[in-house]
T-cell receptor, first 114, second 113 residues
Framework: ETGVTQSPTHLIKTRGQQVTLRCSSQ?????VSWYQQALGQGPPQFIF????????GRGNFPPRFSGLQFPNYSSELNVNALELDDSALYLC????????????FGSGTQLSVL | SQKIEQNSEALNIQEGKTATLTCNYT??????LQWYRQDPGRGPVFLLL?????KEKRKERLKVTFDTTLKQSLFHITASQPADSATYLC????????????FGQGTTLQVKP
């Protein structure tokens, strides 16, 4: 167990809708990163990282992917105007600090966009 | 851009043998390299980290080597067991010491009893 929990575990949305995915980091971890992994294939792709409630770097994802981090070690990933290609496993990973190399991943949220 | 390559084909070995997985990278000089294990439908689990100034790292039945000249890391599992069957991912930091990782495609290991 990594101590990182994500909710919901599965979600079905339709194209154009908006979705919010949630993550609870390990206590004491001030950095959270989000990754997208195509269902059943491919590596996790870095979306963005939050450090002390501010975005601290973003991968190659459009602005309709946004996030929030809260003081209580919880965070959210929001995706607006869902597209079919957004169907994926979304992984949250926490670390003690932004320079800490070891990531603790949650089990992910499987999002299906129809 | 950075590129990471792992054995794209699945690796099938017999229980008790040593599994060796390869990770090659280009266009980058990482401060460290990590290996993760991922089971179907689950998030990756951290296994080992090796820094640029380290040649080898061990943890129980796991061993990682890092050759910055060849730009290659080898990951070994000795005395493999069916429970070791999973996908193994290598990962590099996108920018030094930021914790933002870029992952290889992963190698699926199947250990047969």
């Amino acid at each position: 167990e990594t101590g990182v929990t994500q909710s919901p575990t599965h979600l079905i949305k339709t194209r154009g809708q908006q979705v919010t995915l949630r993550c609870s980091s390990q206590s004491g971890h001030n950095t959270v990163s989000w990754y997208q992994q195509a269902l059943g294939q491919g590596p996790p792709q870095f979306i963005f990282q939050y450090y002390r409630e501010e975005e601290n770097g973003r991968g190659n994802f459009p602005p309709r992917f946004s996030g929030l981090q809260f003081p209580n070690y919880s965070s959210e990933l929001n995706v607006n105007a869902l597209e079919l290609d957004d169907s994926a496993l979304y992984l949250c990973a926490s670390s003690r600090d932004r320079g800490d190399e070891k990531l603790f991943f949650g089990s992910g949220t499987q999002l299906s966009v129809l | 851009s950075q590129k990471i390559e792992q054995n794209s084909e699945a690796l099938n070995i017999q229980e008790g043998k040593t599994a060796t997985l390869t990770c090659n990278y280009t266009n980058y000089s990482p401060a460290y390299l990590q290996w993760y294990r991922q089971d179907p439908g689950r998030g990756p689990v951290f296994l080992l980290l090796i820094r640029e100034n380290e040649k080898e790292k061990r943890k129980e039945r796991l061993k990682v080597t890092f050759d910055t000249t060849l730009k290659q890391s080898l990951f070994h599992i000795t005395a493999s067991q069916p429970a070791d069957s999973a996908t193994y991912l290598c990962a590099l930091d996108i920018m030094s010491n930021t914790g933002k990782l870029i992952f290889g495609q992963g190698t699926t290991l199947q250990v047969k009893p």
